[in-house]
């Protein structure tokens, strides 16, 4: 049996929307929210599989399984943007890891295949917040102005279904917003569609975008700015969104939106870097127990109330 993992974010699941498009097979699916990244964990303890695809999940945060797969001689193909540490040397594994922060892994997939899904590889690459990237590939295949916006509003929908705390805060579990794309091979076509999820999609983020509307910083310097959101499931759901579009406003500074997690004990928090500085976030983040993520942008699972103020320190020092 094959098996398909895959974040649950725009860039994960676009990646493999790709990959199925050219390459169709029958697999078993895993992925979860955006922040369920130890996915092949759940692969390594199947007695039926034979081969693995892995897309944008951190190859460090999955050594381990990856590792007892390899040792099972089980055939995988890696690919993925975020901090790998040591990749196995290994004839059962073909891997393509590029860290660069103008990369995600919809990009490195449509490198693969020769560009033959580009339109949905953009959407994605706007769903990550690479606008300039997105922009300069869209130009050069000459997307119009009014197309080029749409799919920066589809990536970024979709994007922003991937967050929550579990699927239950997510307006469609990722696996079946997968299986829900997978028949249009081209992104315009659900724009043409009226009972298509980019219409579900839009309107659960507009209801949900007007609670962010007023919000101010919690804190603020000429380095970072930081915002607070209420443990409610609408707080979850727009927080990543939120930080790409905060990061958008203002791109010589670093961002951090705190949600407040269900049980009020800590937060999860989403880090931004600079847009014209796009390193360090994950450096940032992966100095507290469950951080971790991408030079341009990370996260921490669980940062301990206690730990805001030195959270707020270490992210402004970084970017003094």
Known sequence: MHYDVFNGDADGIIALLQLRLAKPIHSQLITGVKRDTALLRQVERQPDVTSVSVLDI????????????????????????????????????????????????????????????????IAAAYGDNLHSTADKLAIENEVSDADREYLKELGTLINYNGYGASVEDLHIPPVDLYRQLLPFESPFQLREDTSSPYYQLKSAYQQDRQFVDKLSPVEESSNIRVFELPPEAWARRISGVFGNELANQEPNKAHAVLTLNPNKNDFTVSVR???????????????????????????????PLTEKAVFIDTLNRYYD
């Not at 399984?65 to 790998?84: G, I, N, P, T, W």
């Not at 059962?92 to 890891?97: A, C, E, G, P």
């Not at 847009?275 to 991408?294: I, K, P, S």
């Open 58 to 121: 951190s190859l460090e945060k999955n050594i381990d399984a990856l590792s007892a797969l390899l040792a099972r001689k089980v055939e995988v193909f890696y690919c993925d943007h975020h901090r790998a540490g040591d990749i196995p040397d290994s004839n059962y594994l073909t891997s393509r890891i590029n860290t660069d922060s103008e990369v995600c892994t919809s990009l490195l997939v449509n490198e693969e295949l020769n560009g033959r899904y580009l339109h949905w590889a």
């Open 273 to 303: 870097a600079p847009l014209n500085n796009r390193v360090g976030a994950d450096e940032v983040c992966c100095q507290f127990v469950t951080g971790g993520g991408r030079k341009a942008a990370a996260g921490i699972n669980q940062l």
